[in-house]
Nanobody, 120 residues
Framework: QLQLVESGGGLVQPGGSLRLSCAAS????????IGWFRQAPGKEREGVSC????????NYADSVKGRFTISRDNAKNTVYLQMNSLKPEDTGIYHC?????????????WGQGTQVTVSS
């Protein structure tokens, strides 16, 4: 079964950090650009970041530039999202999926997601 599994979410205070992981099961991530998308209650899905298959190209939403860093370890078949200086508005369910780097478009279906809550 082909799937992406997200982990690493949790409750954190404003200014804190989390690292999310997106692990592939049943296929290799090597050939795919993979991105992170989030959805908060009552809001539309938002593209957060995308990384090319080689890792050489990345893109970020303006709202997270300078705070979030996307990376990948193809040997571990995993993509990461390091989130620093978290804000309450970063709260939401974070999903990983295939993506197009330019424009932060999602391609295909996403995983179950991991909840991130930023609150004091």
């Amino acid at each position: 079964q082909l799937q992406l599994v997200e982990s690493g979410g949790g409750l954190v205070q404003p200014g804190g950090s989390l690292r999310l992981s997106c692990a592939a099961s049943g296929f290799t991530l090597d050939y795919y650009a993979i991105g992170w998308f989030r959805q908060a209650p009552g809001k539309e899905r938002e593209g957060v970041s995308c990384i090319s298959s080689s890792g050489a190209g990345t893109n970020y939403a303006d709202s997270v530039k300078g705070r979030f860093t996307i990376s990948r370890d193809n040997a571990k078949n995993t993509v990461y999202l390091q989130m620093n200086s978290l804000k309450p508005e970063d709260t939401g369910i974070y999903h990983c999926a295939g993506c197009v780097v330019a424009g932060l478009y999602m391609v295909g279906s996403w995983g179950q997601g991991t909840q991130v809550t930023v609150s004091s």
